[in-house]
């Protein structure tokens, strides 16, 4: 089982999604924040469930989708998991992922 760990980034892109679509409906907001975060736990058991987005010297940066959304993250070298940032599918991914 690989253990997952957030950046700060990522946990900024969360705290951002939930309060965009909090300002319409909180509830909404909830949900989609508690599935994005379900949909990271899977990475536990399957880290590699993602597609890969770019090689880097150190490993492979991989992308998992959910609803309208794109997860980038990381397999460290020891097999853990390190989510970088949490995109909606509209925003231009290279400006954000360097």
């Not at 999604?17 to 907001?29: C, G, Q, R, W």
């Not at 940066?61 to 970088?84: E, K, Q």
Request: glycine letters at 8%; aromatic letters at 16%; one cysteine or more.
């Amino acid at each position: 089982m690989a253990k997952i760990i957030w950046t700060e980034e990522a946990f900024y892109w969360l705290k951002e999604i939930n309060d965009y679509i909090s300002l319409n409906s909180p509830t909404t907001a909830q949900k989609v924040v508690s599935g994005l975060y379900e949909k990271i736990q899977i990475l536990s058991d399957f880290p590699e469930i993602g597609y890969i987005y770019r090689k880097e010297a150190d490993g492979l940066v991989r992308i998992l989708l959910y609803g309208h959304y794109r997860i980038a993250y990381f397999i460290t070298s020891d097999g853990g998991v390190t989510i970088l940032c949490i995109f909606h599918g509209a925003m231009e991914i290279d400006h954000y992922l360097r």
